[in-house]
Structure formats: structure tokens, C-alpha cells
């Protein structure tokens, strides 16, 4: 069975990115898929650095999160954008969890491995921009991105109070787009 991990890139507690993540694992779960979604802020660490690596090894947030990321053969990815890119709480969990273990191959939390993504925002453009770069961050470290993403737009529009997509053409969409990646993942799998 496909294993797939779902989050967002926000720490925000009302995210609007992890809303449309959780909509997409429904849809992902109804393709056939294993599913688990996370908060990224239960896994939070200090910004990485080597000197931090060496005197204290990595921290356990960090080894949770890449364990998570070790164990999925695919991950659907709702970013926020901050200044036309991706937040330093992703770029920051995913510097953590590239970093090898001993006896282990290089980037094994990635090389191989699956992403949808998508992004959420009030705005006009939906995050778009901060995908392009998370997508080129994930193809360098070997992760087969799907070439379909989808921005939200005016995203406050689409969601309810209790945090749910309310939207039925959005939820439709982000039920597709979780299916669309068991679908890949499966053929990449083989």
C-alpha cells in the first residue's frame, strides 16, 4: 500500500495551507493510500548548523520529522509563500531530515520519493511563487515532483471556521490533486 505524508509548511494554528493538505490526504485516502498528516510545529528545531549537529547530534523534532519522512513513500506539501518563496520553518525541517545518518545513503529521506504540491493564500496568485522554488529544492534533492500544483487563491473565501475546505469546486480539486499523487506514486513505485 502506498504511504503518503501530508503537511504544510506553516506553523500558523488556523493554516489555511494545512487546511487544503488535510483535503487533499481525504482524497489521497480514497485512492487507496495510507495517509498521515502532520502539524510541521509539533516538529520544530533550532535552524540548523553544523556546530549544533556535531555537539549535540540532531534533535529529536528533527529526527521525528525525518523518521516520518523516511517511513512514506510520497508527500503532499501545502506551502505558504513569504516573500515569493517557501517558509524557513519547511526549508529548515528539510535541512534537518537531509542530513545522513551513519550507514545510511545520502539523502534517503528524499532520493526517490514522491511530492504533490500545492499553496494556499488571500492573495491573488495563492502562493504560487513560493512553489518554484520548493519544487526546484525537492528535485535537487532527488524527490519525483508531480507537474501538476494548484495555488488557492483567496483561500479565507474557501475555508470554514472550523478550519475545513467549504468550498465544493476547492474541496473537489484538492481531493483530486491527493489522488493524483497515489496515482504517481504507485507507477513510480512500480
Known amino acids: 500500500m502506498t504511504k503518503i505524508l501530508a503537511f504544510s509548511g506553516s506553523l500558523r494554528k488556523s493554516s489555511y495551507n494545512q487546511s487544503i493538505v488535510a483535503a487533499a490526504a481525504d482524497g489521497a485516502t480514497h485512492a487507496g493510500a495510507k495517509v498521515t498528516v502532520v502539524h510541521l510545529k509539533d516538529f520544530l528545531a533550532p535552524l540548523f548548523n553544523e556546530d549544533l549537529e556535531v555537539e549535540q547530534g540532531m534533535p529529536a523534532t528533527a529526527q521525528a520529522f525525518k523518521d516520518l519522512l523516511l517511513t512514506h513513500d510520497g508527500f503532499l506539501i501545502a506551502s505558504p509563500e513569504y516573500n515569493s518563496s517557501y517558509s524557513a520553518a519547511l526549508k529548515n525541517a528539510i535541512d534537518w531530515a537531509s542530513r545522513g545518518a551513519e550507514g545510511e545513503a545520502p539523502l534517503a529521506a528524499f532520493r526517490g520519493k514522491t511530492a504533490l504540491l500545492m499553496?494556499?493564500?488571500p492573495g491573488a496568485l495563492g502562493g504560487l511563487r513560493g512553489l518554484v522554488n520548493l519544487r526546484m529544492l525537492l528535485g535537487n534533492l532527488g524527490v519525483?515532483?508531480?507537474?501538476?500544483?494548484?495555488?488557492?487563491?483567496?483561500?479565507?473565501?474557501?475555508?470554514?471556521?472550523?478550519g475545513l475546505?467549504?468550498?465544493?469546486?476547492?474541496r473537489i480539486k484538492c481531493h483530486d490533486l491527493g489522488a493524483q499523487l497515489v496515482h504517481f506514486t504507485s507507477a513510480i513505485k512500480g
Request: net charge negative; no cysteine.
Open 144 to 162: 519525483h515532483v508531480h507537474p501538476t500544483q494548484h495555488a488557492f487563491n483567496k483561500v479565507h473565501t474557501l475555508i470554514d471556521e472550523q
Open 165 to 170: 475546505v467549504s468550498d465544493e469546486k476547492a
Open 119 to 121: 499553496g494556499a493564500s
